[in-house]
């Protein structure tokens, strides 16, 4: 799978983001389709072309809106909307994420329940074009690893449906705050919005973290033009990383630069139940995860009347909660759902894909400060291979070490510290 990077020097925005994505050649049917499955054929219109900034050729997009009076769509009625579309599941869970995450961030700004909050600029036509552009793109390209630089966000006022806002735009500063997401300086840019709402959410549920650019081989860039004329070209570029011949990792994927732990906000849903049966259960939790929770685990409890029952907790992301409620009031028997933002350090990871004799497996890279760093193999890959081959999962780790050996030599050849296994 690539590896992608994006450089964002003057900011993020929805629109850059989809420009990006066209200029390395996504088809536009790619993002035609989903749309007409949310039932918005025929109400907008793509107008893009390559284009010049500050002197640089990009391309540059706008999405005009063919609606007479486009509504102003709440997250309630926008979130059933797509729940009940026919776009595929992983596009689904990814377009849920990003708005609610922005409908999260923006409740907490305005001091609304997320589920009243009514998206203007978020909501608007050209916004669900941009996000579900946006995420069709990087799905259809198979983008499963991506960082992003600090974005600037802006400095001065804004103009919105709210009147005069400051700069960065509130629920921009709540969606850095909640993912714990750098903005860089905007000194030297003339005053004005260069990072929007929907540009930070869509990296914040896409950009596995926020740093300067990995070791990697450009293969394809591609480059998206901002509106605004700025003193410098107004742009930003999506690179896609050549994968190292034979897929296995190179010295630059065996040493990821060190990194201090991160500080997260999670969720954490809880219920206690002793009517329901362990098949129940278990299919409870199933969905749970398919939902996309991070953990989902059980524990035995005594409850009242001496009843034997079991605390099931479930932890995921804030912008997850409203999808996870609908899965416990759907096949849960508990009437109340206790829930809680909980905070928890995190060591910076990566994952790649390592090719042994026997086949792929992925591993898991944590890195520590004064420590060597660490992998972990997914057992999932070691079970399937062991069973391809007849082999026992003992056999099957002694051939992935040997192959993480020989990767480790790689980097030591290249004055990188190899990594111990774990």
Request: net charge negative.
């Amino acid at each position: 799978m690539p590896q992608a990077f994006l450089d964002c020097p003057t900011g993020l925005a929805g629109d850059m983001l989809l420009a990006a994505l066209l200029d390395l050649g996504l088809p536009e049917d790619v993002i035609h389709q989903p749309l007409a499955q949310l039932g918005l054929e025929g109400r907008y219109r793509l107008q893009h072309g390559e284009a010049r900034s500050g002197g640089l050729r990009g391309r540059r997009l706008t999405v005009e809106t063919l609606e007479p009076d486009p509504p102003h769509r709440s997250w309630g009625s926008l979130r059933q909307l797509i729940s009940g579309s026919a776009l595929e599941p992983p596009l689904r869970q990814r377009v849920l994420a990003v708005f609610g995450l922005l409908a999260d961030a923006e409740g907490a700004v305005h001091g609304q329940p997320p589920e009243q909050v009514h998206f203007h600029e978020v909501g608007a036509l050209d916004a669900l074009v941009d996000v579900v552009g946006v995420c069709a793109g990087l799905l259809h390209l198979q983008v499963e690893h991506l960082i992003c630089a600090p974005p600037p966000a802006g400095h001065g006022s804004v103009s919105t449906a709210h009147g005069r806002l400051p700069l960065p735009a509130p629920a921009v500063l709540e969606l850095a705050r909640r993912r714990a997401i750098p903005l860089a300086s905007a000194e030297g840019f003339p005053a004005g919005e260069l990072t929007t709402p929907t540009g930070l959410a869509l990296m914040a549920c896409w950009a596995e973290h926020f740093a300067v650019a990995p070791a990697l081989v450009p293969q394809q860039v591609g480059i998206g033009l901002g509106h605004r004329v700025l003193d410098r070209p107004n742009l930003l570029r999506l690179w896609l990383g050549a994968a190292v011949a034979g897929g296995s990792p190179g010295p630059e994927a065996l040493a990821p630069p060190l990194d201090s732990p991160q500080l997260e906000t999670v969720l954490q849903q809880q219920a206690q139940i002793d009517d329901a049966s362990p098949e129940d259960l278990a299919f409870l939790m199933e969905e749970l995860r398919t939902a996309g929770a991070l953990e989902v685990f059980s524990t035995a409890i005594g409850m009242k009347k001496g009843r034997p029952g079991v605390l099931l907790t479930v932890l995921g992301w804030p912008d997850q909660a409203a999808a996870l409620r609908e899965i416990w009031w759907r096949h849960s028997s508990s009437l109340g759902l206790r829930e809680q933002l909980q905070q928890r350090w995190a060591l910076p990871r990566r994952s790649h894909s390592l090719v042994t004799p026997l086949g792929e497996v992925r591993v898991k890279w944590v890195e520590r400060a004064g420590a060597p760093p660490r992998y972990k193999s997914e057992f999932d890959d070691l079970a399937a291979l062991a069973r391809g081959h007849g082999l026992s999962l003992a056999q099957v780790r002694q051939v992935v070490a040997e192959a993480m050996a020989g990767a480790c030599a790689m980097a030591t050849d290249n004055d990188l510290a190899p990594p111990e296994t774990s």
